[in-house]
């Protein structure tokens, strides 16, 4: 019977709502994940294709922001300035939400109080079959009220013909008994603000009338643009605004290319550089570029140079043992002497890859990145200030020498 209950309290959720009209909406990188992106690639000085990044942030819910701007048609959004993210379309929502907000207790505390027991011929009463919850006989004089506070308070996210569809009776002595005990005492709100010490508020419409004469304002502000992070329980947004949340989510988590253009944006605000080579967009510790034909390297670099050009695709650890001709072996010493022999390479590599003269991807693999360059599609430099002084091109590459996402 558990299970079963639990199966028809999670039913009316699956039902996604249409998303609401008369808003622009993106998905977008959040902050904090960027600079996890920033610090790994400056550390590391490793390019990483934007269709992996993009991968990544889609692996996590807390890793990207769902940006809502308002448009023609749309309503004003009501959004809490409290740690729950929450928003809202309409007054009527936001009020609503009060019963099960974290700071409910900011503004109110619940007592109970006694009173006398109903009087009449109670004959059946009405259950909650979703929750639980313990309504009162049909034919008690606040059976509607107390129907309708469990409905504004739990269950606002379903329409209330569904709701009232999921009430059954009990007509056993045994449930009449128990529910006459309850109703003997009766639940009141106290504000908890200054100067309202002697005000008692005996139902939930006092209540809310009350938070949006005196709370309101405290909690929501309006705007037109809010970012709303995807981990936020869909259960504190507005249903339009909810739908919005789940089927922009999963579209970009099925197609990651999607990311990429903001995902652009976002590196850029970081001072990433960020540029398209051969077909695929990449962030790193700086922009491709062809080595200037007048250039003079030291001979260590222009080894590491050479070695790029020739074994395009190899891993790095693989030039080092062949540059310093010492591979590291299984025992501490070897290692240990590999290491050695091979940092004066690592820290010339490191050198010119922030040149951008080769590139080490995330897999470790270390590129010769000759061919023609496509401009930053963020940045695109202005002709006196970027781009090369000779506008002689470099040869396209090989297939083979070409990075894989």
């Not at 959040?30 to 690639?41: A, D, G, M, R, Y």
């Not at 059946?124 to 979703?130: D, K, P, R, V, Y």
């Not at 249903?239 to 652009?264: E, F, V």
């Amino acid at each position: 019977k558990g299970r079963d209950r639990d199966r028809r309290r999670e039913q009316p959720q699956k039902e996604l709502p249409q998303p609401a009209e008369g808003y622009r909406v993106e998905l977008r990188p959040c902050n904090t994940i960027l600079e996890v992106f920033t610090k790994e690639i400056q550390k590391q000085k490793r390019a990483h294709s934007l269709l992996d990044l993009a991968r990544v942030v889609m692996a996590a819910k807390d890793r990207y922001d769902l940006v809502f701007m308002k448009q023609e048609g749309g309503s004003t959004l009501i959004h809490s300035t409290k740690e729950d993210g929450a928003c809202w379309l309409t007054e009527a929502e936001a009020v609503s939400y009060l019963w099960d907000a974290p700071w409910f207790g900011e503004f109110y505390t619940t007592e109970q109080v006694e009173t006398e027991a109903p009087k009449g011929t109670f004959t059946a009463i009405a259950t909650c079959s979703m929750g639980g919850e313990v309504i009162g006989p049909v034919n008690w004089h606040g059976y509607q009220a107390a129907l309708m506070n469990l409905y504004r308070s739990k269950y606002a996210n379903m329409p209330l013909d569904a709701f009232k569809n999921r009430i059954s009776l009990d007509k056993s002595e045994e449930a009449v008994a128990a529910w006459l005990e309850v109703a003997k005492h009766k639940t009141v709100w106290k504000p908890t603000r200054e100067g309202a010490e002697e005000v008692v508020l005996e139902d939930t419409r006092a209540v809310e009338a009350d938070f949006l004469a005196n709370g309101y304002a405290k909690v929501y502000e309006t705007t037109d643009k809010v970012f709303i992070n995807g981990a936020t329980a869909r259960k504190v947004l507005s249903p339009g605004l909810a739908a919005h949340q789940a089927i922009l989510a999963d579209k970009t988590r099925r197609s990651p290319q999607m990311l990429i253009p903001n995902l652009c944006h976002g590196m850029a605000r970081h001072h990433m550089p960020i540029y398209k080579w051969h077909g695929n967009h990449f962030t790193g510790p700086s922009r491709v570029r062809a080595l200037p034909a007048d250039t003079v390297l030291a001979d260590r670099m222009m080894a590491i140079m050479n070695w790029a050009k020739e074994n395009s695709g190899k891993k790095a650890d693989t030039m080092f043992a062949e540059l310093s001709g010492v591979s590291a072996g299984e025992d501490e010493a070897s290692m240990q002497a590999a290491t050695d022999a091979h940092a004066p390479y690592v820290a010339d590599m490191i050198w010119l890859l922030e040149q951008g003269y080769i590139v080490v991807t995330s897999d470790n693999a270390v590129w010769f990145p000759k061919g023609d360059l496509a401009p930053d599609p963020v940045t695109k430099p202005h002709p006196r200030k970027g781009g090369s002084k000779k506008g002689k091109k470099a040869s396209a590459p090989k297939k083979d020498e070409q990075p894989k996402d």
